[in-house]
């Protein structure tokens, strides 16, 4: 479960990506620019959650959710009555920034009191970096036992140094380019 672009899904409805994972896009409303808390539409994510995995979870199945924050209540709602597992994929904390006016502040005191409450009701979460854990032992040490850590990656076979080396250096960041992450 994750926000869903028009492009992505083209008819607003479920794909199967293998032959045992099928893509359940919640809303298109996020623009796709969003970074960070969207809390006048969470409301409507959850309805509009609970409805399409309510239609599309079957008993036993395991839901992986991104964007805890946004979407828990409805996941956690439908896996208690469909019996299903939570998986809780986070893709990075954002709420660590020195530098946030008094209404992110307010946004992000938000989502890290829902993300502590998803950590608590899913089953296994994820975390792309020890950050995370971090995070998540400040919350609740026992809750934090859950996460696992698995780091970015890259997909030799696919991505390969170029045949032709380029002058000059090349920097990669594979994170969001913000103050926190120390890229300046």
Known sequence: VQRGFKNEFPNGKPKKVSDKITAVPVSFMAPRTVNGPVFDRQPLYNILGFWKLWKNVRKGDVIAVIYPQLYFPSV????????????????????????????????????????KIALKGCDIATGIDTRYLNEARKFDRKAAEKVRIIYNFVHTEF??????????KIILCPRNLRHARGVD
Do not use: C, N
């Not at 809780?88 to 307010?106: A, C, F, R, Y």
């Not at 991505?159 to 000059?168: H, T, V």
């Open 76 to 115: 956690w709602l439908v896996s208690k009555l469909k019996q299903a597992r939570v998986v809780l994929v986070s893709v990075g904390i954002t709420w660590d920034s020195p530098h946030m006016t008094p209404k992110e502040k307010l946004l992000y005191a938000m989502v890290r009191f829902l993300e």
């Open 159 to 168: 991505y390969s140094p170029a045949k032709k080396q380029r002058k000059g």
